[in-house]
C-alpha cells in the first residue's frame, strides 16, 4: 500500500517535472568556439533547397542571402544598393531598364558574370524557362524582352511601367546553364557553399574574390538547432556565438558572455478590427479602443519593454515612409475612451471577441493585457484562440470575426506591400476597410512618376488609416539576436536575413 | 476498529485545499487577472507564492486555477461516472452480443492513449470553450468507468442473491439498482478517486497543450505551462503551481487509499 503512494506522488512528481520541462537534451558541451575567423551560427531549422530560384522557407534565404547577389541588393537601410549591376538607367517613359554590369565579378566557380547569365537567371526566376520546382517571381513576368547588345549590358523591357520593379532584381544571378545548384550551389556572393549535412550543419566560407573585397570571417558553420531547449545550452556551452530570432524570456535567461541585440521583426502587430461588424463599424468605437489601449504597457508588460510602438500600417524600419509622429496620435486616455463610447451608444460598454491564433504566445501575450486594459473602459474582451490553419481559413481569408491580434508584415521592401491590402476591393483586406479618400489616395500613388511625390501620397495613407482608427496599432516587435562577446559588425535589414559579411572577431 | 490514519490524513489535506479554493470563488488576496509592473517577484510577504511574467499574484491565480481545475475534473467525472455505470450495468447484469460489442468499442477506445483521444473530440467539437472541454474528457473517462462497473456486475448477476430476487419477480431495474449497485460502491469509490486524479491531470495535460482553458482565466496546467517558459527567471512559479497540484493529488489519493482501507476491514 506505501509502494501504491510512493508511486502516486513520484508519478505527480514525475508529470509536473515534464510539465516543467526537465528535459535537456541537445549538443554535448564543446571547446570554446571562439577563433579569430571562425564562426558558428545556430538556426532553428535546416535548409529546404540550396538552389536560389527553389528555396521557399525564410530560413533558408535567411543564411543564403550571404551566397548569392542579384543586380541589386539590400541594403540595411532599406534602399537597394547596386550589387551585379554597377549602374543602370532608365528610360523617359520607364519602360527599359539599361544595366551595366560591374566588370571582372567571378562567380565561386571562378567563371566570370556576363550579360548571358543574367538574361539565364531572370528567365529562370520568372519560370519561363521550363525548369522544374522554380517558385517563380511573378512580378518579372512584367519583362517583355531582354536584351544585350554587349557581354556587360541588359537591357530589360517592360510591358507596363512601375515603381517596384527595380526591388525584385534582388533574384540570385547563377551562371547560364550550371545544372547542380541543387547540391552544390555557385553564387557571386561573399561566401561560398561548402557542404551540408541533413539536419545537422551548412558549411560556407570565404570568397576570396568577392567584388566588394573579402570577408573577414574564413569558415562559417550553421547548426540547425530544432529543438527550442537546446538553443540556450548550445549557445552557453560555446558550441554556438551567434543565434538569430530568440524570444525575449530565452534571452533574459544567457550568461554575460553574451550580447543581445535589438533589430524588428519588421511586422505591424495590431489589434485589427473587423470594420464591417458592430460596433466596429463606428469609428468612435475604433478610436475609443485606440484611446483605451495603452501599448507602452503592452511592451512593457508583456515584452519586457522590448518593441517599437508605431501607430499606423508602416513599420520604422521603412524609414521614408514611417511616420513618427502617428504613433501617439491616440496618447492613453481612459476618460476619453469612455465619452467616445458613450456618444456612439454604449455607455457602457459591450462584449467582443479576439481571436488569437494559438501557436504565437507573443499574440496570446498581447491580447492577455488589452483584455485587462479594456476592462478599464467597460468593454469585456473575451480571447478565442484557434489553430494557425483555422485562423487563416476562418480568420484571414473568410473575414469571420470581431478582432484579432496579429503581425501583418510586407512581402516585398515597398510601402505598396503594407498599404494596398486597405484598399475597399483588395482580395486581402481582412479587415473590411472601406474608405473612399483612402482608395482614391492608392489610386493617386500608382499613378505617380515622382518618388518624392509617391512617398507623400503613401504617407497621407497612413494618416487615413489612423485617424480613422482603422485598427488598434501597437508595435513592430523585437527581433532579439544573442551575440557571443567579441563578434562585432552585426546589421539588421527590413528583411529577414543574416548578413555575415560584415562579422568580425575583436580582439 | 483501527483508526484510518490514511482517510484522515486524506480528509483533512483535500478538505483544506477544498476551503481555501471553495473561499477564492469569492475572494482571492488580489485581482488574479489584474497586471503591475512588479513583474517575477520572488515569494515575499505581500505576494506569498511571489509575481508571474505579468505581474499577477501567483498565489490568487493558484487559488482560482485550482478551483477551475477541480470543477471541471469533477464535471468530466460526473459525465465519465454516470455514463460509465450506465453503460457497465447494463451491459454486465444483460450480458450477449451488445455486451460483447460495446465492450470491444470501449477496449478500442482505451488503446488509445486518453489524451490522443482528448484531442479528437475536441477539435471535433471547437475548442476554447470549457463546455467543451469536459464534454471530450468526460467521453474520455467514460470506458474505463463502464470496465468496472460491467466486471462487478457480471459476477453479481451469478450469485445467488440476485438469482433470489429474481425468482421473487423482482425487475431488472430493481435488481440492478437495489440490489446490486449498493454492493459496487467499495470498487466504485476507488474507481471515483483515481478517475478524479486522472481527470485533474488530464484537464492539466489539455490546458498545458492549449486547447483547455482560454487565457486570461487561470487552471493549473495553463499556469504550468506558462511556468515551464520562464522557469530559468521565476522558478518559484512552477514550483508553487506544481506543488499545490501535487497537494491535491496526494491527498484525494489518500482519501481513496483509507477507503479502500475500511473496505478491507469491513469485508
Redesign the interface.
Known amino acids: 500500500?506505501k509502494r501504491?503512494?510512493l508511486a502516486?506522488?513520484a508519478g505527480?512528481?514525475l508529470?509536473?517535472?515534464l510539465?516543467?520541462?526537465c528535459g535537456s537534451g541537445g549538443n554535448p558541451p564543446e571547446q570554446e568556439a571562439a577563433h579569430a575567423d571562425e564562426l558558428y551560427v545556430g538556426i532553428a531549422q535546416d535548409l529546404d533547397s540550396l538552389d536560389p530560384h527553389k528555396m521557399v522557407a525564410a530560413g533558408t534565404k535567411e543564411i543564403m542571402f550571404n551566397v548569392f547577389e542579384g543586380l541589386v541588393k539590400p541594403a540595411p537601410s532599406g534602399d537597394l544598393l547596386p550589387a551585379l549591376a554597377e549602374n543602370w538607367t532608365i528610360s523617359e517613359d520607364r519602360l527599359a531598364y539599361t544595366f551595366r554590369l560591374r566588370p571582372g565579378v567571378k562567380f565561386h566557380n571562378g567563371a566570370i558574370v556576363t550579360a548571358a547569365d543574367v538574361v539565364y537567371s531572370l528567365e529562370r526566376a520568372s519560370g519561363t524557362s521550363g525548369a522544374a520546382d522554380i517558385v517563380t517571381v511573378d512580378a518579372l513576368s512584367n519583362i517583355t524582352a531582354m536584351e544585350t547588345p554587349d557581354e556587360m549590358t541588359v537591357i530589360l523591357r517592360l510591358a507596363e511601367p512601375s515603381n517596384e520593379f527595380l526591388s525584385y532584381l534582388t533574384a540570385a544571378v547563377i551562371p547560364a546553364d550550371y545544372d547542380q545548384q541543387d547540391t552544390a550551389p555557385v553564387g557571386t556572393g561573399p561566401f561560398r557553399f561548402v557542404s551540408r549535412t541533413a539536419q545537422e550543419s551548412v558549411v560556407l566560407e570565404r570568397f576570396d574574390d568577392y567584388w566588394g573585397g573579402a570577408a573577414a570571417l574564413k569558415t562559417v558553420t550553421c547548426r540547425v538547432i530544432e529543438n527550442a531547449d537546446s538553443i540556450?545550452m548550445s549557445l552557453q556551452s560555446g558550441a554556438v556565438d551567434l543565434f538569430a530570432h530568440l524570444?525575449i524570456?530565452q534571452a533574459?535567461?544567457l550568461t554575460a558572455d553574451f550580447a543581445i541585440e535589438q533589430g524588428a521583426m519588421n511586422l505591424v502587430q495590431a489589434l485589427y478590427l473587423n470594420n464591417a461588424v458592430e460596433p466596429f463599424n463606428d469609428v468612435r468605437v475604433r478610436q475609443a479602443l485606440c484611446y483605451a489601449v495603452d501599448k507602452q504597457a503592452i511592451i512593457?508588460?508583456?515584452f519586457?519593454g522590448f518593441g517599437f510602438p508605431i501607430g499606423s500600417s508602416m513599420y520604422p524600419a521603412f524609414s521614408k515612409y514611417f511616420d513618427d509622429a502617428l504613433t501617439d496620435y491616440y496618447p492613453h486616455d481612459t476618460e476619453k475612451a469612455k465619452e467616445l463610447l458613450a456618444a456612439a451608444g454604449y455607455p457602457d460598454g459591450f462584449s467582443m471577441t479576439i481571436t488569437v491564433p494559438?501557436?504565437y504566445?507573443p499574440h496570446?501575450?498581447t491580447?492577455?493585457?488589452i483584455?485587462?486594459q479594456l476592462?478599464e473602459v467597460g468593454v469585456r474582451a473575451?480571447?478565442?484562440?484557434?489553430?494557425w490553419e483555422t485562423w487563416l481559413s476562418e480568420t484571414y481569408t473568410g473575414r469571420n470575426f470581431e478582432s484579432t491580434v496579429i503581425g501583418v508584415d510586407a512581402s516585398t521592401m515597398t510601402a505598396r506591400a503594407l498599404l494596398e491590402r486597405f484598399t475597399s476591393t483588395a482580395g486581402n483586406n481582412f479587415i473590411n476597410y472601406n474608405n473612399e479618400a483612402y482608395d482614391n489616395l492608392f489610386q493617386q500613388a500608382q499613378a505617380c512618376t515622382d518618388d518624392d511625390e509617391q512617398t507623400e501620397v503613401y504617407r497621407a495613407m497612413e494618416r487615413n488609416l489612423t485617424e480613422n482608427a482603422a485598427n488598434v496599432y501597437i508595435q513592430d516587435m523585437a527581433d532579439l539576436l544573442a551575440v557571443r562577446h567579441g563578434l562585432a559588425g552585426v546589421r539588421f535589414y527590413p528583411i529577414y536575413v543574416l548578413d555575415l559579411y560584415g562579422l568580425h572577431w575583436e580582439s | 476498529m483501527k483508526r484510518n490514519y490514511y482517510l484522515c490524513a486524506g480528509l483533512v489535506l483535500t478538505g483544506f485545499l477544498a476551503a481555501v479554493t471553495l473561499a477564492g470563488f469569492f475572494w482571492t488576496p488580489y485581482d488574479s487577472?489584474?497586471?503591475s509592473?512588479d513583474?517575477f517577484l520572488p515569494p515575499c510577504a505581500a505576494h506569498i507564492f511571489g509575481t508571474d511574467?505579468?505581474?499577477r499574484d501567483i498565489f490568487s491565480r493558484v487559488i482560482e486555477g485550482a478551483g477551475t481545475s477541480f470543477v471541471i475534473a469533477l464535471s468530466t467525472i460526473v459525465i465519465g461516472a454516470s455514463g460509465g455505470i450506465v453503460l457497465g450495468a447494463v451491459t454486465g447484469y444483460f450480458g450477449g452480443l451488445a455486451d460483447e460489442i460495446l465492450i470491444r468499442i470501449g477496449d478500442a477506445l482505451t488503446a488509445f492513449p486518453s489524451i490522443l483521444l482528448a484531442l479528437v473530440v475536441i477539435s471535433l467539437l471547437g475548442?476554447?470553450k470549457p463546455v467543451n472541454l469536459v464534454l471530450s474528457l468526460g467521453l474520455v473517462f467514460i470506458p474505463s468507468f463502464a470496465r468496472v462497473t460491467r466486471a462487478a456486475f457480471a459476477e453479481a448477476r451469478e450469485i445467488n442473491y440476485v438469482k433470489s430476487v429474481r425468482l421473487m419477480g423482482a425487475s431488472h431495474a430493481r435488481i440492478m439498482l437495489v440490489h446490486i449497485l449498493p454492493n459496487t460502491t467499495p470498487v466504485l469509490l476507488s474507481a471515483l478517486t483515481i478517475g478524479f486524479?486522472n481527470a485533474v491531470?488530464a484537464e492539466?495535460s489539455m490546458s498545458?497543450l492549449?486547447?483547455g482553458v482560454?487565457?486570461?482565466d487561470a487552471s493549473l496546467?495553463y499556469m504550468?505551462?506558462e511556468?515551464?517558459?520562464?522557469?530559468?527567471?521565476a522558478p518559484w512559479y512552477?514550483l508553487t503551481t506544481?506543488g499545490v497540484?501535487?497537494l491535491f493529488?496526494?491527498g484525494v489519493?489518500?482519501i481513496g487509499?483509507g477507503l479502500r482501507?475500511r473496505e478491507g476491514e469491513t469485508l
Not at chain 1, 473575451?382 to 489553430?387: G, T
Request: charged residues 15%; proline residues 5%; hydrophobic residues 45%.
Open positions: 500500500m501504491t503512494f502516486l506522488l505527480a512528481a508529470f509536473c517535472g510539465l516543467t520541462g540556450l524570444t524570456t533574459q535567461q512593457d508588460l508583456a519586457d494559438s501557436n504566445q496570446i501575450d491580447a492577455q493585457v483584455v485587462e476592462k473575451e480571447i478565442l484562440p484557434v489553430e | 487577472a489584474a497586471m509592473a513583474k511574467n505579468f505581474g475548442p476554447g486524479n491531470l492539466a498545458y492549449g486547447i482560454t487565457p486570461p496546467g504550468l505551462s511556468a515551464q517558459s520562464v522557469f530559468g527567471r512552477a506544481g497540484m501535487i493529488l496526494f489519493g489518500l487509499e482501507a
